[in-house]
Every structure is written in structure tokens, then in C-alpha cells.
């Protein structure tokens, strides 16, 4: 089988690499280990050069590229290798810039599209509530227009990203008269206001990532929805599908795979590098077929992609692999380190951390990317019904009937 991508795509991989010796010089570190002006300055520059948020138009801070799956698998797989910045992450930049430009308004873009892609705006999801996480069409936080303004009632939770948000995006019930999925509208709205409460929930590493959010009369203006009124479940279907792709990334898998490999070249069993242990190797040697298969499968689902046919199940796959390898790459890491791992301190955002406290975090974050962006039963559940045909799950279908 020829995985390569032939003449004319090794040649872009080629102008990709001179890009990268010129401006992200081989270095130790990992990239959050640059300084923000530096990681800034070469996101300008990749912006500049076309490599960095291709899809997003230029008057949105993006570089307005031509659809081309292969030219951006070649741009993350040789960013991936020597470990420059990629577009910023998180829910802002990755899942509401892609649904603003599919569902918002032209303000909505202009107002929110290049702050949230630059992290000026920090954005958090208001989707799970008590009650509703699986079944999310059970929510219940009510949206009423009154005079100009959406006032919001309820409670949401697990809100990531609490901590820094000046924003959330929001699925709210407008329309109690209309069934389950219809009466829920998507709205956008400040967190730095009377009506809404905060309140941190605390986590086994020690942080407190997630809140719980409440409303009290929060308000919002009338024009920050997003999509129809009513229409907000089909909004929130494409920001779940830019969740996944997220959370599914096969570059992703690759980088946890070559930390792991780095760790286990500088831990030592009796005497010797870990690396050198048969049991460690033949550990090594599975998770990396793990990750092989998960890249293969992401080829295929670019095939898909490129001819235009539907990939979703492949995307559904690669979200459960991601979870997966997260989870047997942690464990290793465990073993590797002993029990000196277990006494790493606790508390640091996972993003600031380093060493064995890294790796503690890893460990426990991989646990909670089996519940994330919709659980691992879930993907199964909607793998067997689209994509192999099944019968449709009982519960769920008798809960859908109008
Ligand atoms: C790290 C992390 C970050 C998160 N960030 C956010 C965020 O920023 N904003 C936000 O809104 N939410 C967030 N969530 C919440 C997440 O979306 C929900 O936890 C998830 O959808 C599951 O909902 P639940 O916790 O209510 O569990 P439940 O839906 O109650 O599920 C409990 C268990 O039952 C199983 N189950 C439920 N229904 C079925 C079924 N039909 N078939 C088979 N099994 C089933 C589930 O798989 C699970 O094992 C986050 C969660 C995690 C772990």
C-alpha cells in the first residue's frame, strides 16, 4: 500500500519544512515552553504564509486558503514534528469561530471570529446541565425574550474554561411549547454580569477546571443568537462534529506518543534506560500499532472527505482511538515513573505543568476524555445505528417521538 501523497503534495511538505527552519528553529522545549510574543510572532508569520487557519477569511484574522485536506494534513503532520505552535486551541478558536462562520450573522463574525481565533475573547460551552449530558435535548434553562433582551433561568454544568471566559455559548430552551429538539434555541452572552453565578467544582488533580454556572435573570441582547430561533439543536450538531475533530486529532495521539517514547528514554529500570526493557518495549510497540492505526484511519477519512462522501462514522472512531491511546500512553507513563509519580503536586492548570505532574495530569485527564465531547458509549451507539446499520437504540428513539 502507498501512503505517500505524491510529486506535487512532497513538494508542498518540502516548502512547509523551509518555512519551519526558518522560523521555528529546532529547540528542546515543547512549544508552550516558548514565550507568548515568540509563539505569537510565528503564528502571524504561518498566518502570513498560508499554513494557519486556512478556512477562516482574511478579514477574520485567518489566511483564506483553498480547501486542500491533504496540503493541511502535510502542515499539522510536519508542525507536529518539530513541535511548532498550531492554531490556538480551545473552544473558542475550534469549535465556535468554525460554527460562527457556518451559522452567525455577518456582525456575529465580525465582532467575534478574530478575537476568538486570537484569544482576545475567551469562550466556554454551556451545553450539560444536571440531567442532561447524554440526553442534552433534556435541558432545561429557559431563554424568554423581553424587551430586547434574552433573560436567562437555569443552570449549567461542567463549564470548562470558566476561569478565563468573558464569553459562553449556550444551548437554552426559548420555545417551551415546541418538542423536545425544537424548542431550543443557541445563544451568546457575557459572563461578567449580575445574572450569572459561579461556582468552581473541585477535581481529583486539585484544580478546578469545571463550574457549575447558574442563572439568575442573566441577560443577553436579542440579536446574539446564533441560527434561528428554535434552531439551536442543529446549530449545536455542527459545533459537536468540530468537538470531536478536536478531541480525535490522530497529530495528537502522535505528539502523546513521542512524549511517552522521550520519557521512556530518560527513565531508568536497574540501572539502565527504560527504553532498553523488553516488557517496555513490547508496551511500546502495542500503543504505537494503536497509533498507527489511528493515523491510517485518518487517511481514510480524508479519502472520504476529498470525494465528498460521509465521514462521520471515521470521525466517531478516531475521538474513541484518541481516548484510548491517551489512556494506555498515561498508564505506561505510570509505570515508567513508579511511585514517585503519585507524589506530584497537585493544583497547577494542566497547560503550566511539567515533569511527573505532567504526566499525573495526563493520567487523570485521559480518564475524563472518555465523557468529553459526548462519551465513548454514546460514539458506540451512534457507530452502530449510522454507521453499520443497527437498530436505532430504544430509549432514544421512543424519547424522539413528537
Ligand atoms: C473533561 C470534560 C470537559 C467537559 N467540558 C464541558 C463543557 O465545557 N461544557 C459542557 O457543557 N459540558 C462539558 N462536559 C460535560 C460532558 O459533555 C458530559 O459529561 C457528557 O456529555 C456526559 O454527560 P453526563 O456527565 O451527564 O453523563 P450521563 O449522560 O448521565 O451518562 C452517565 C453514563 O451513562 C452512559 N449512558 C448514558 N446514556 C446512554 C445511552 N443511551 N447508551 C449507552 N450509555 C449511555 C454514559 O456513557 C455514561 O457512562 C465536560 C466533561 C468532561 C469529562
Known sequence: MDLGYGTEYEACREQVRVFLRAQWPPRETNAEDATAEQIQSFRRAAVDAGYLYRNIPRRFGGSEQEADILAAQIIREEFGTVRAPMELTGQGPQMLA????????????????????????IWCQGYSEPGAGSDLASLRTTGELRDG???????????THWKRAHYMFALVRTEPEAGKHAGISYLLLKMDQPGVEVRPLKQITGD???????????????????????AGWTVSRSLLRHERNMIGSANRSAGLFRSLLRLARSAQIDGRPAVEDRQVREALAAIHGYVETQRCSSYVQLTRELQGRDSETLS????????????QVSLLAHRLLGAESALAPRGQPAGRTSGNEKWMNQFMGSLGMAIAGGTSNIQRNIIAERGLGLPRDAAAARDEKP
Open 208 to 230: 478546578s477546571e469545571f463550574a457549575e454556572v447558574f442563572f439568575n435573570d442573566a441577560r443577553t441582547p436579542a440579536d446574539w443568537i446564533v441560527g434561528e430561533r428554535g
Open 149 to 159: 433582551e434574552w433573560v436567562l433561568n437555569g443552570q449549567k454544568i461542567w463549564t
Open 316 to 327: 466517531l472512531l478516531n475521538k474513541i482511538s484518541d481516548t484510548n491511546i491517551g489512556q
Open 98 to 121: 468554525p460554527t460562527l462562520l457556518e451559522w452567525g450573522t455577518d456582525w456575529q463574525k465580525d465582532h467575534f471570529v478574530r478575537k476568538a481565533i486570537e484569544g482576545e475573547h
